[in-house]
């Protein structure tokens, strides 16, 4: 197990958008979480990645307590996470965007920048090949050099995949992955999410597409107004009463 | 490759036009106008780094440009310190009470950092105003020394004075550029662009926003203290919030964000106001709504515009390379405006 | 305790002036979440306009400011067609550059037309009298009346009217008072005329006590921005409990403490909120 939630809880003055939930994300697993919305999932993704801090519980990153550590130190750790949108930078190139991704590998300061110490160039060069390493790995080597306004919106999607990847981390959390894109291209990256798994990545993605769901994930947490209703195989929630009177039940296609 | 070279003669052209303009234009007006059009130059470099690389808008700088002049006239003319000592302990003075500053204005955003700072500025430039002890009040502070010699070099005559802060711009303007063009700088455009996802990026935030703050207060302070010697008098109207609306406008008229900006926008917005002289006072009846203007149809500046339609023209060149790649996006207008939506509200 | 009173019924003067300045661009903000700088020049401008019309048309004290309030109001309005509705969908640091844009050149006309001079109004209410052993111009007293009275029309009219309620909503959510089949442009126009208005009238009636020149609103607006960080961003009580806050704290600083530094107080007062509650008091935390 790679991380583990324990009794996470999030107030939000009298709300609580995530109630006490438990839960496990195994090494080298697809690992879900759906729900419907306004359930806590996304809130469930901020406090494990450090946005927030939780009002309560404690999360854990290969057995060490990292519930008080801000977002960048997590990131350092090896967890990386996209957004829903991601705002890139729209008159860079798209090689551009990505390349500080992997700046939190590297050690050059500001002054190994104003006189371009060896240090710096060797980083350079470093976040440079990162960069187009994992532009190359989510297949988008050939808009490399076009501005990130030119390119279409599921390539965007990539790209903030790109950035995540960049940061070299053992696990990424992917919020939303395939909203707003079409059927085919969703195809696409699943492939994406797969070869992620082949190269020794942990996933842990929130999704609206259930049959996404159903096909991909090796194990599912089913959270419920904050609270965590079922967990376990694609099989197990499709069978599960409670999962299927809270969510399920009425649009079991949705 | 061939662009690349075609900039760099451009660059060396502008520098050697620089160089040789006081021996090819003699006239001693001109020569001043230029010289302080170089000190504002080297402010607004230092606001840019702040406010167009990282999204910050201080309106406190021209209270650290004050405080860098009244550091140097200080130190000179009532500790009767050395000048080059003195350059040096103005810049450290501005930058260390930047530090403080920053520790605590940038844990504020938006529009509470753009207030904020402009009561820090206003604070400034309140104290020195009414400090009359130390500052002088608002009779200002007379004789400050020009920079003293170095071995037979002099700095006394308006050329020396010229070549001088000229040489100072440069410099700035080699930092700000290995800066923009580094790690770092992309460290700060990420903070520009969305600090949730800098931080997740493992971006330290706080550490980069303080560094890009003292930074660029130290420059606001080098150019503050240059203008002390340069003048020979201040007083504490140069820290008034008239001077960073002045500063504003040579980077907005620029271009906020880009390299060249603050060197296109001042030198043409102190030669626009030069011509109108006869407007003196009233100048702002255009700069005003130039400002407005400008900020909703060129949000960066004539350099901006300029990169703008060069990224176009490169673009379509790319695309009729290959066309069947671009598919129309239906959904890419909607998105955006919502997630700027955000972004203002959040 | 003579001078105690005194200063009391100063600061409540004063506090009068602010808060109906803070009140409008507390409005603006919370309806478009614009920090106007410009309306220090609005303010400045409502001054002008009551000055102009009782020297050169001889208009009663009363109908002067009524053709100030509107005009301003108008103003207002205009400003947020020309400038603020353009850049609705723009980053946040566009819509504070573009305010002080509009700050600048309102100055710059005020200065062409009035010039640079200070001027002083006169009042048809600058008898001395004497109330509780206070001892005051009529004018003081005038200012607290006019101030409380239009500050409970307003109330009124955000409370009991439909098109105020409809302010309050847009207020609240934006996108919600839309749906529901808000015109928010027309909101938007009616915030800015109200703004205008009232950053009109606090001006004509404080003139007489104060001086009138194109640099006039510079401190004001500054202390409203206190105001309003001080009350919550947006929140109508508390920008006048805010106002009054630093009325009375200027007041007595001034006997007090320093004359010389009273208008450092109200930015050490916010430096110290910011410091401690960087999205103000009263921000409510999360979302």
Redo the contacts between chains.
């Keep these: 197990m790679l991380i583990e939630t324990r009794n996470l809880t999030k107030q ?2 009298g709300l609580v958008a995530v109630n006490d939930v438990d839960f496990t994300i195994e090494k080298g697993k697809i690992n879900a979480i759906i729900g419907p919305n306004g359930a806590g999932k996304s809130t469930f993704f901020n406090l494990v990645s450090g946005t ?1 801090a939780p009002s309560s519980g404690k999360v854990f990153y290969k057995g060490e307590d990292i519930t008080r550590l801000p977002s960048n130190k997590i990131a350092k750790l090896g967890v990386a996470r996209t957004f829903q949108t991601t705002h890139l930078f729209e008159q860079s190139t798209v090689l551009d965007n990505v390349i500080v991704g992997h700046r939190l590998r590297t050690s050059s300061h500001l002054f190994d920048a104003i006189f371009r110490t060896k240090t710096y160039k060797a980083d350079e060069q470093q976040c440079r090949e990162k960069a187009a390493d994992v532009l190359e790995f989510v297949g988008l080597t050939h808009v490399m050099h076009q501005s990130a306004a030119s390119i279409t919106q599921e390539e965007k999607k990539r790209v903030a995949f790109a950035l995540a990847l960049a940061t070299e981390p053992e696990v990424v959390f992917l919020d939303e992955p395939a909203a707003g894109i079409n059927p085919d291209e969703t195809e696409g990256l699943i492939d994406l999410i797969n070869n992620m798994i082949k190269r020794g990545i942990t996933v842990c993605l929130i999704e609206h597409k259930m049959q996404m769901i159903m096909k991909l994930a090796d194990k599912i947490m089913v959270l419920n107004y904050g609270e965590k209703i079922a967990e376990g195989t694609a099989e197990e929630i499709m069978n599960n009463e409670a999962v299927i009177a809270a969510y399920l039940g009425g649009d079991a296609s949705a | 490759m061939a662009a690349l070279l075609r900039k760099r003669v451009f660059i060396i052209g502008l520098i050697g036009l620089a160089v040789l303009f006081p021996l090819i234009i003699q006239n001693e007006y001109f020569l001043h106008v230029l010289t302080l059009a170089f000190i504002w130059m080297i402010a607004v470099y230092g606001l840019n780094l702040l ?1 167009g690389y990282t ?1 910050y ?1 201080s309106l406190a700088h021209a209270g650290f440009f004050a405080i860098g002049a009244y550091a140097l006239g200080l130190l000179t003319v009532k500790a009767g310190m050395n000048y080059w000592i003195a350059l040096v302990l103005a810049c450290l003075i501005t930058s260390g009470i930047g530090f403080l500053v920053g520790l ?2 940038l ?6 950092f ?3 700072t ?3 500025g ?2 400034i430039y ?2 020195i105003d ?1 400090w009359d002890s130390l500052t002088g009040g608002v009779r200002g502070l007379i004789g400050i020394p020009a920079p003293a010699n170095i071995g037979p070099v002099s700095f006394e005559n308006p050329l020396s004075q010229y070549y001088f802060i000229l040489a100072f711009l440069l410099l700035t303007i080699l930092v700000m550029y290995r800066i923009v063009h580094s790690l770092t700088g992309r460290t700060f455009m990420a903070i520009r662009n969305s600090e949730e996802l800098a931080q997740t990026l493992g971006i330290s935030t706080m550490k980069n926003k303080l560094l890009v703050f003292v930074l660029s207060t130290f420059f606001a302070g080098l150019a503050g203290a240059l203008y002390a010697s340069f003048i020979r008098f201040i007083g504490p109207d140069i820290g008034y ?1 008239t001077i960073i ?1 002045d500063l ?2 040579y980077l ?1 008229v620029g271009g906020i964000g880009t390299l060249a900006g603050p060197v296109v926008g001042t030198f043409l917005v102190v030669w626009v106001s030069q011509s109108l002289q006869f407007l003196q ?5 255009i ?7 400008l ?2 149809f060129y ?1 960066r500046g004539i350099v901006g515009a300029f990169y703008e339609w060069k990224m176009k023209r490169t673009g379509k060149k790319r695309r009729q390379a290959r066309p069947d790649r671009r598919k129309p996006e239906p959904t890419y207008a909607a998105t955006q ?1 919502s997630s ?2 955000k ?3 959040g | 305790m003579d001078i105690l009173t005194q200063q009391l019924f100063n600061g409540l003067t004063i506090g009068s002036v602010y808060s109906l300045v803070a009140l409008g661009l507390t409005l603006v ?1 919370g309806i478009l ?1 614009i ?1 106007n700088f410009a309306h220090g020049a609005l303010y400045m401008l409502g001054a002008y306009i009551t000055l102009t019309t009782m020297l050169l048309w001889g208009f009663n004290y009363w109908v002067a400011i009524a053709i100030s309030v509107l005009v301003v109001g108008l103003l207002g309005v205009l400003m947020d067609r020309l ?1 603020f509705h ?2 609705r ?6 819509d ?3 305010a ?10 005020a ?2 037309i009035w010039g ?1 001079d200070y001027r002083s109004m006169s009042t048809p209410y600058g008898e001395v009298i004497n109330m509780f052993g206070l001892t005051v111009t009529m004018q003081r007293v005038l200012i607290n009346v006019g101030a409380i009275a239009v500050m409970i029309l307003l109330f009124v009219f955000l409370k009991k009217t439909y098109i105020g309620a409809t302010i309050i909503a847009m207020a609240q959510n934006r996108e919600g008072a839309h749906l529901v089949g808000i015109n928010t442009n027309k909101v938007a126009m009616l915030t800015f005329m109200l703004s205008g208005g009232l950053a009109a009238f606090a001006a004509s009636l404080s003139a007489p006590i104060n001086l009138v020149f194109p640099g006039m609103g ?1 401190l004001v607006i ?1 202390k409203a ?2 105001i309003i ?1 001080l009350g919550g ?1 947006g929140s109508i009580p508390g920008a006048i409990v805010g106002g009054y806050i630093l009325g009375f704290s200027e007041s007595l600083g001034a006997t007090y403490l320093s004359n ?2 009273k ?2 107080i ?3 007062l ?2 110290i909120i ?2 401690f509650k ?3 008091l009263f921000s ?4």
């Design positions: 939000f003055g927030h | 406010a999204g808008l605590v204005a844990r504020t955003r938006e529009h509470f753009a207030i904020y402009l009561c820090v206003y604070i309140l104290v009414k919030i609306f504003l406008t907005l006072d009233y100048r702002m009846l700069f005003g709504p130039l400002l407005t203007l900020i909703i949000p405006t700027e939506k972004v203002k509200e | 903000y979440h920090p400038v353009q850049l969908n723009a980053p946040p640091i566009h504070k550059i573009a002080i844009g509009i700050l600048l050149f309102l100055e710059a006309l200065q062409l640079a510079h500054l921005f206190v960080i961003m010389d530094y208008d450092i109200a930015f050490l916010l430096v910011l410091s960087p999205k103000g409510r935390e999360g979302f």
